[in-house]
Nanobody, 123 residues
């Protein structure tokens, strides 16, 4: 199982970016999905999360500016980021709790991480 993220880049303050992440491989079902971020010199923190049923959770610092969504058919999660500020500069990682395997190899559940995509907000 792999999580492939894309959509990062350089944007001016006040601008927008949309991150995407899709799971591939022997995926049977994707449970909770989320986006974490890690700024230079800081610990990784949750930015936003979404359950399989669509319930969402946001860090206070991004509420009202970021929107997380998912497409269960595509096994994908998205993060729409608006009104970006320099404080949003970080490496963004997608995360998913995945049921994987097959009837002959057996099924397992574990957490997977994408490689991370850089978001830089600067003028």
């Amino acid at each position: 199982v792999q999580l492939q993220a894309s959509g990062g880049g350089l944007v001016q303050p006040g601008g927008s970016l949309r991150l995407s992440c899709a799971a591939s491989g022997d995926v049977v079902r994707v449970n909770n999905m989320g986006w974490y971020r890690q700024a230079p010199g800081k610990q990784r923190e949750l930015a936003a999360a979404i359950s399989s049923g669509g319930s969402t959770n946001y860090a206070d610092s991004v509420k009202g500016r970021f929107t997380i969504s998912r497409d269960n058919a595509k096994k994908a999660v998205y993060l729409q980021m608006n009104s970006l500020t320099p404080e949003d500069t970080a490496v963004y990682y997608c995360n998913a709790n995945v049921v994987y395997g097959s009837s002959w190899s057996g099924y397992n559940t574990r957490e997977f991480w994408g490689r991370g995509t850089q978001v830089t907000v600067s003028s």
